[in-house]
């Protein structure tokens, strides 16, 4: 059971490059959600889905697209990389019901913007 | 306005002794509230919840408490381990049109002196 995986777990863009940060979970949690950890400022919600086909904007949605086509991926876009989206990402999961509380994260991706 | 933070940044206790670690929240509206610990280079990970209704929750050597009338949450963890060395986020839930939504704090790192 390999729980929430991420790719890549390191990445480097130059300013105005494109990129997709991949989730994908093996426990049919129907909720997902991208995250990102900024020193001081803890984890701040990106985008969230609460199940195939239905996303909805987090506290910081501007310059992230996502989509939700199966129950499984949840893939985060950076359509034109600015110095500003330099973070470590987190992906998370939970049931949507009943343990909604215990999001299962990934491990997380690194990304540094030049 | 709605927040979620900490009182301390950084807390070093000895081994064996027991820690506290202190949260203030703002928003009366959360029905749950809970610890995640994030050890370095990995995914936050759940500790405790609990429930908005609840004076006192307690799990393996943890014990959470939380006081409405002040708005204060801690987390007491009992004989600090080496290994309980992380940073804790406390959270509050709130559930939404769109499904259970989590608002994190800025974190406490907790530092185990032998």
């Known amino acids: 059971n390999a729980g929430v995986t991420q790719t890549p777990k390191f990445q480097v863009l130059k300013t105005g490059q494109s990129m997709t940060l991949q989730c994908a979970q093996d426990m049919n949690h129907e909720y997902m959600s991208w995250y990102r950890q900024d020193p001081g400022m803890g984890l701040r919600l990106i985008h969230y889905s609460v199940g195939a086909g239905i996303t909805d904007q987090g506290e910081v949605p501007n310059g992230y697209n996502v989509s939700r086509s199966t129950t499984e991926d949840f893939p985060l876009r950076l359509l034109s990389a600015a110095p500003s989206q330099t973070s470590v990402y987190f992906c998370a999961s939970s049931q949507r019901t009943g343990g909604a509380n215990v999001l299962t994260f990934g491990a997380g991706s690194r990304l540094t913007v030049l | 306005g709605e927040s979620v933070g900490l009182h301390l940044p950084t807390l070093s206790v000895q081994e064996g002794d027991n820690s506290i670690i202190n949260c203030a929240y703002s928003n009366s509206a959360s029905d749950y509230f809970i610890w995640y610990k994030q050890e370095s280079g ?73």
Not at chain 2, 48 to 76: A, E, F, Y
Not at chain 2, 95 to 103: D, E, F, I, S, Y
């Open chain 2, 42 to 114: 990995k995914g936050p990970q759940f500790i405790i919840d609990i429930r908005s209704n609840m004076d006192k929750r307690q799990g393996q050597r943890v014990t959470v408490l939380l006081n409405k009338t002040v708005k204060h949450l801690s987390l007491q963890i009992a004989a600090t381990q080496p290994g309980d060395s992380a940073v804790y986020f406390c959270a509050e839930r709130r559930v939404t049109g769109g499904g259970n939504k989590l608002t994190f704090g800025t974190g406490t790192q907790l530092k185990v002196e032998l």
